[in-house]
């Protein structure tokens, strides 16, 4: 019920059109992420409770990536909201209004910094909804179900129905923060009602997510952990001094140069450095005489 709640009250602060929003409250991205992050609890809770190896094992697994793609997912938001000046979602939305010669949005990810901001939200959106390449959690080869072992019937499918609801949950922020909101991508087409707009661009973000589930096989842990703090963190990091790079330099293209010349040398840094592989010496064996 908890994984559930948190899932439900999440979708609540999301604008799905003009005047649409169930709870419009100041500060609504700081109530999204302090509801999702009793997600971890949850979890928690289901596998200690479950008195199963297995149901421990992934309980640990799933706590452990959500707590380390939750920093960047929190922080990939940081430039929207510093180039905004709010935590408003309809403010963000707001923000994002008008088109240069009427074709090209004033979207986020439009710019370098939005545009790199919104793979790594995504990414980590896909991490925290359990989705697959990142579904280690619940490996069925590895760990039978992981923290829902022991849980069937209604249990198991409100932990199924969570996991959904905080997919659409997370897209739909994404499609919030970095495409628009319910904004028509051309000004020609602002007469089609906003909230087709946004569940427009809401299926699309879905169609990828099931996209990738049947192309992508599984990760192994250490991959993810690594992939986690070794790149999704400092390129998070990278946006925000991105994107006062592309404010400061007046928004135009003089911004827009910088602010990509900023990403892609860290971008570079980042792949030399993750590249580099160590080179093991050959194997050598043994064998009794």
């Avoid at 799905?16 to 100041?26: E, K, L, S, V």
């Avoid at 999204?32 to 479950?50: C, D, N, Y």
């Avoid at 979207?107 to 545009?115: K, L, Q």
């Avoid at 989705?131 to 490996?139: A, H, I, K």
Wanted: aromatic share 16%; glycine share 10%.
């Amino acid at each position: 019920i908890l994984i559930a709640a948190t899932a439900i009250l999440a979708l609540g602060v999301i604008p799905y059109g003009r005047n649409m929003t169930p709870f419009a409250i100041d500060g609504g991205i700081l109530f999204f992420f302090a509801v999702g992050s009793t997600t971890e609890l949850a979890v928690f809770m289901a596998g200690w409770g479950s008195n199963n190896k297995f149901s421990m094992l992934g309980a640990m697994r799933a706590i452990a990536q959500m707590i380390s793609y939750e920093l960047p997912l929190i922080i990939t938001v940081l430039p929207v909201v510093m180039v905004v000046g709010s935590l408003t979602p309809d403010r963000i939305v707001a923000a994002q209004d008008g088109y240069t010669f009427g074709v090209v949005p004033h979207w986020f990810v439009v710019t370098p910094w939005g545009a790199a901001a919104f793979i790594l939200f995504f990414v980590s959106g896909l991490v925290e909804s359990n989705r697959t390449p990142f579904d280690v959690p619940e490996g069925e080869s590895e760990i039978v179900a992981g923290h829902m072992t022991e849980y069937s019937g209604f249990k198991y499918a409100t932990f199924f129905m969570a996991e959904y609801i905080g997919m659409f949950a997370i897209s739909g922020l994404g499609v919030t923060l970095f495409l628009g909101g319910w904004q028509a991508p051309i000004a020609a087409l602002r007469f089609i009602p906003s909230y087709v707009w946004f569940f427009a661009k809401l299926g699309a973000l879905l169609f990828v997510y099931i996209w990738i589930r049947g192309t992508l096989p599984r990760a192994r842990v250490d991959q993810i952990m690594n992939f986690a703090w070794k790149f999704m963190l400092p390129m998070a990091f990278t946006c925000i001094v991105a994107a006062a790079v592309w404010h400061y330099a007046g928004r135009g293209l003089a911004g827009w140069f910088w602010s990509l010349a900023v990403l892609a040398v860290v971008y570079l840094a980042l792949s030399q450095l993750i590249g580099t592989r160590k080179k093991f010496a050959a194997r050598t064996y043994r064998f009794a005489e």
